[in-house]
């Protein structure tokens, strides 16, 4: 495998039980697609009446990509692209430098070519320490569940009860840092022309990943496989700690954001040798770097993080999707905890900052 600086892993849930093990349907493939595709656009105009995504019809949605190799996402982000066209942006300056036009094309270029991108700047040190510090005080949530039952722990580096620790909601967003991060018109600009409409930032996670178990975890996504969250989407992700090929490098098949062999469609994770026989080992690119590495990467394409055989690992990850259909994202309060740059964002850009509300 191919090695560059930078990586991650994803936080997509497992494939919801009742869909996966769903019996095959009676009816010839083209017509099952018609039936699920309008139980879908049913569901769509539900959400739009409501803000709120129907269960029944996210996984339709999930079921749509397999049935048609991703085809039904990439129509319904070209009708997102026509009903919400890019924001006129002040700048483009942020983590990520200060980014020419043209700079944020070629990102997006490679991006859609490739579906990774590793930027050259770096998160710097002192960012990366704080969120280290404070990544170590949240409570966090243990996955898999220890057998004790525990969902909130804080997270010790000396004992691991977990392959991973999850942090999120709305103490995450009450963190300086996150919010300089997820307000960053750089971060921002680069979505923005990759998805070619105003983004939606539809999650922000943090989590560390440990050498608790030796074998690969489903649960914490150590094996091959393609998120579905939202119709179209780009996730940025930060290391916050030094990684090495030992302590759970993300690993992604250049190119499978695209499309998919059909043996790889299934809702359901891949061992490496599934993975192997439709791609060559050149085209799995694997990550490590230094903390503060950050990378972007369309994560429908077949990824997943390495198991840890030592240490730890910590990662942030922030989600922009083109709509907000799907895994709803989660509802943020605004208080006096958040910062004059953040509030100006969430007044300029309220489709992007949706997730966020006043007190009523």
Same mark, same amino acid.
């Given at each position: &495998? ?32 018609l ?23 996210y ?5 749509l ?18 009903? !919400?066209?890019p ?30 991108y ?18 170590? !005080?949240?409570?966090? &949530? /243990?996955?898999p569940? /220890? ?11 000396? !004992? ?17 840092? &996150? ?45 091959? !496989?393609?998120d &579905? ?35 790889l ?96």
């Amino acid at each position: &495998m191919s090695s560059i600086a930078s990586a991650a892993q994803t936080t997509e849930p497992s494939p919801r039980q009742s869909d996966r093990r769903a019996k095959r349907p009676i009816w010839p493939k083209p017509i099952w697609a018609l039936i699920v595709g309008a139980r879908f656009l049913m569901g769509y105009a539900t959400f739009l009446r409501t803000a709120k995504t129907p269960s029944n019809a996210y996984t339709d949605m999930r079921r749509l990509f397999r049935l048609t190799n991703g085809r039904s996402n990439d129509v319904s982000a070209f009708l997102s692209r026509l009903c !919400h066209p890019p924001y006129h942006l002040p700048n483009r300056a942020g983590i990520l430098g200060d980014l020419s036009e043209s700079q944020v094309a070629n990102v997006a270029e490679v991006l859609r070519r490739r579906g990774v991108y590793v930027f050259k700047t770096r998160l710097p040190a002192e960012i990366c320490d704080r969120l280290i510090q404070f990544a170590q !005080h949240c409570p966090a &949530m /243990p996955i898999p569940r /220890p057998p004790s039952g525990e969902t909130s722990v804080r997270y010790d580096r000396q !004992h691991w009860i977990a392959s991973k620790y999850l942090l999120q909601g709305q103490q995450l967003l009450e963190n300086p840092d &996150m919010q300089r991060i997820v307000s960053d018109f750089s971060i921002l600009a680069v979505a923005q022309a990759y998805l070619r409409c105003r983004p939606v930032l539809s999650s922000s996670l943090m989590w560390w990943s440990t050498a608790f178990s030796a074998e690969a975890s489903t649960e914490a996504a150590q094996l091959f !496989h393609f998120d &579905m969250s939202q119709i179209k989407f780009l996730k940025f992700f930060i290391y916050l700690t030094d990684v090495s090929q030992t302590n759970g490098p993300h690993s992604y098949v250049v190119g499978s954001h695209r499309r998919l062999p059909r043996e790889l469609r299934e809702d359901r994770r891949y061992r490496d040798e599934e993975v192997l026989r439709h791609y060559t080992a050149q085209r799995i690119t694997t990550i490590t770097g230094p903390r503060g590495l950050i990378f972007a990467a369309d994560t429908r394409g077949l990824h997943k993080g390495a198991p840890l055989h030592s240490g730890d690992r910590l990662i942030l990850q922030l989600q922009f999707s083109n709509s907000s259909f799907g895994d709803d994202p989660p509802h943020i309060m605004i208080n006096d905890r958040f910062s004059t740059d953040l509030l100006e964002r969430i007044e300029q850009l309220p489709r992007t900052y949706c997730m966020f509300s006043k007190p009523s």
